[in-house]
């Protein structure tokens, strides 16, 4: 569920890869984002499992979407009600209700694919989206892997959040030429 920082990160790339093949956070915010409510901040959580329920050592492109319980009418009851009254909504509802329809099986296409549609609902043209699950010849793990993927991009340059500093060795971008 998009924050809306991915989208100022996504403005600004030429080339926005979607890193979908490395380990699922469970405590990460892959399948959960806070809506404000009347009565304050409310998780929205997309219900996960992976095989055997081992979602720590899962990809995130291997993650299941649970469906023993309506979670999609609970979500969209939550942001009709929050809203319902706002500047718009009438002109988003439609997209994000599709959304709220499907049933997709794997987490990371609904994520994408609700994503890609936000980033031309906002205007964002130019970028290229890759799915790092599908570019062949990537290898490594940690920086390692980063230098790969954007070595096959032909990127000089990396946008990240502020939390890639906890796993990312910027020296090594700045050897390998990457601001």
Known sequence: IPWRGYFHQ????????LYDDVQYDKHGWRNRNRVKTANGTVWLTV???AA???VESTPINEIRCVWRRDWTRKHWATIEQSYGRAPH??????LLESFYARRDEFLA???????LALSRELGIEGTRFLRSSRMPGIEGAGTDRLLSLLRATGADHYISGPSASAYIAEGRLSEAGVS
């Open 47 to 49: 219900p996960v499992a």
């Open 89 to 94: 909504f009438e002109r988003y509802a439609p």
């Open 52 to 54: 055997g329920n081992v």
């Open 109 to 115: 296409e609904l994520t994408i694919d609700l994503t």
């Open 10 to 17: 996504i403005r600004k790339a030429d080339v926005f890869i």
